[in-house]
């Protein structure tokens, strides 16, 4: 009973989305309150689940904790399996986190001025959280597909000229590397006789040698797909366009949305191309290196270019994409744990801004932006006058202080939790177990830095312009709806900080058990069917 129950639960993150999303489709926009209301509830419902696995994964209560699901009652990998584990479990609390704060935000305004909104969400969500817990190349394709048809709708949710235009592009670039990912999937089984991640990672190392030029070119194409989805430059041209145009809840979710590539490559990659997979070992990782440098240096440039509030966060999310492919490239185990420290504080960073920026432009009025400009760029200055205190209304305190943490989170500097996730990674690469410090290591470590600095002197800009040179600002209306997702999104940076050692040992045994295939290998194949269904379903 232990056993059925817990992998029952490992499939309500994917099934309770899908029906929630279905059952709002038919109810129309005049029943907003009560559509918000099960979405909220599906919402809420899916972050206790997420924290339920977690603690499971971490507990024990699965061997190796790893719990798989058996689709149909075959075991893998004939059938379709589910696999919840630490990474996982972590993935499904941050989105369902992210996503509550998204939709707490949209229902004062945003989920209103479109059709189906709820649903799409629910959708999108759905899609997500099945591509955290697949085990199966080809559901992956399925599951990435419902995330960006979702997300296609969420897109153009409220549409104007300039969310058209983004979402074309946005829609011609994801069907282009869909079909990517397809004919990669396609050659990949052709080569190897199989989709499922843990067998084909047991297949590699005894691999015939005349396949693997045919699985290597599979596994090339399907990188590229991934690489389009994670931003990774020169195939990341399209995210501060669309990134912008959204509305700022979708903004939020899209950020989200980003770090499903990189997801998937620390999944896939550090499976089937482990240290154990003979010729194929280390396959691609420095594509990923040099592009996750590339990257970087293409936001950075990016964030000091811009002068559109939305393309900075945009440009942000670029940044922290390429330090992510980096360190997945960089290959090195002591490395992975900080990353995703660093993935979960930029993540809720940025999600954050993505719906602050939206306050602030209440307070910008483009006379005022143009004043500031010009001041700036003539340094035109005010004869210096008699001081006189004014008071700072709460609403502008609010927005000038969420701003600075949200600053201070993605330049890593201190005390919060971006100067710990960035700390960890200059630790990491400056005590390599074994092969020394390198030129690489010097190079990830000085544009580290250096897209730092690009953040800081954009984001101090944009911060003077806003609330120092723009002068005498009307106080923006702020309802509660809006300002409670942007403080519990801050809160939780300030709890990574907090709770840094934790969360720190939390990830070390999260990266620990990336770095062990052989053991998540058998703990999948393994997996018996239910005993006493045999004869419906089970696998001959």
């Given at each position: 009973?232990?056993?059925?129950?817990?992998?029952?639960?490992?499939?309500?993150?994917?099934?309770?989305?899908?029906?929630?999303?279905?059952?709002?489709?038919?109810?129309?926009?005049?029943?907003?309150?009560?559509k918000f209301a099960v979405n909220m509830i599906s919402v809420l419902c899916q972050f206790a689940v997420a924290v339920r696995l977690l603690g499971m994964a971490d507990s024990g209560y699965w061997p190796q904790g790893v719990g798989v699901y058996l689709a149909a009652n075959w075991v893998a990998p004939f059938g379709i399996a589910l696999v919840a584990d630490r990474l996982a479990a972590m993935m499904?609390?941050?989105?369902?986190?992210?996503?509550?704060?998204?939709?707490?935000y949209s229902a004062q305004r945003w989920s209103r001025i479109g059709v189906?909104?709820?649903?799409?969400?629910?959708?999108l969500l759905m899609g997500m959280n099945g591509a955290f817990l697949t085990h199966d190349l080809f559901n992956l394709f399925v599951f990435f597909e419902v995330m960006l048809a979702a997300s296609y709708g969420l897109l153009l949710h409220g549409y104007n000229v300039a969310r058209l235009r983004a979402g074309i592009?946005?829609?011609?670039?994801?069907?282009?590397?869909?079909?990517?990912?397809?004919?990669?999937?396609?050659?990949?089984y052709a080569s190897i006789g199989t989709l499922n991640m843990a067998d084909l990672a047991a297949r590699l190392p005894g691999a015939d040698a005349q396949h693997l030029p045919l699985l290597k070119t599979g596994v090339a194409i399907l990188a590229i797909a991934f690489l389009v989805k994670s931003a990774m430059w020169p195939l990341g041209f399209w995210l501060p366009t669309t990134y912008s145009a959204a509305s700022p809840p979708?903004?939020?979710m899209?950020?989200?949305?980003?770090?499903?590539?990189?997801y998937v490559i620390l999944r896939v990659w550090l499976l089937a191309f482990s240290s154990e997979a003979g010729a194929a070992a280390g396959f691609a990782l420095d594509l990923f290196l040099w592009g996750g440098m590339a990257t970087i240096v293409f936001g950075a440039a990016g964030m000091l270019a811009t002068d559109v509030t939305a393309r900075l966060a945009s440009y942000g999310s670029v940044v922290s994409s390429g330090i992510l492919l980096a360190v997945i490239g960089y290959g090195q185990p002591s490395l992975v744990s900080a990353g995703l420290y660093y993935l979960l504080g930029s993540t809720l960073a940025l999600s954050a801004l993505m719906l602050l920026l939206e306050l602030?432009?209440?307070?910008?009025?483009?006379?005022?932006?143009?004043?500031?400009?010009?001041?700036?760029?003539?340094?035109?200055?005010?004869?210096?006058?008699?001081?006189?205190?004014?008071?700072?209304?709460?609403?502008?305190?609010?927005?000038?202080?969420?701003?600075a943490a949200c600053a201070l989170m993605i330049t890593g500097l201190p005390p919060l939790s971006g100067f710990v996730a960035k700390f960890s990674l200059f630790h990491a690469l400056l005590n390599p177990p074994a092969s020394g410090v390198t030129a690489k290591t010097w190079t990830?470590?000085?544009?580290?830095?250096?897209?730092?600095?690009?953040?800081?002197?954009?984001?101090?800009?944009?911060?003077?312009?806003?609330?120092?040179?723009a002068g005498n600002v009307a106080q923006p209306r702020l309802p509660v709806s809006e300002v409670a997702p942007i403080c519990m999104l801050l809160g939780l940076c300030l709890l990574l900080t907090v709770q840094a050692g934790p969360v720190m040992s939390y990830l070390m045994r999260t990266a620990d058990d990336l770095h062990r295939p052989r053991q998540y290998i058998e703990r999948v194949l393994s997996e018996p069917a239910v005993p006493g269904l045999q004869g419906r379903g089970d696998a001959p």
């Open positions: 009973m232990k056993l059925a129950w817990s992998q029952h639960l490992i499939l309500v993150p994917v099934l309770l989305p899908l029906l929630c999303g279905a059952l709002l489709v038919p109810f129309k926009e005049s029943r907003h309150r009560l499904l609390l941050l989105t369902s986190v992210i996503a509550g704060c998204a939709l707490l189906h909104f709820h649903s799409l969400f629910q959708f592009q946005y829609i011609a670039v994801n069907l282009a590397a869909s079909l990517l990912f397809l004919i990669g999937v396609a050659l990949i979708v903004a939020a899209l950020v989200l949305m980003t770090k499903v590539g990189p602030i432009e209440r307070i910008r009025s483009p006379v005022a932006a143009v004043l500031a400009l010009t001041m700036e760029a003539f340094a035109v200055e005010e004869a210096p006058g008699e001081p006189v205190g004014v008071g700072i209304p709460a609403a502008l305190a609010f927005l000038g202080l969420s701003f990830l470590m000085a544009l580290i830095v250096l897209s730092g600095l690009a953040a800081i002197i954009a984001l101090l800009r944009f911060g003077v312009r806003t609330f120092w040179a």
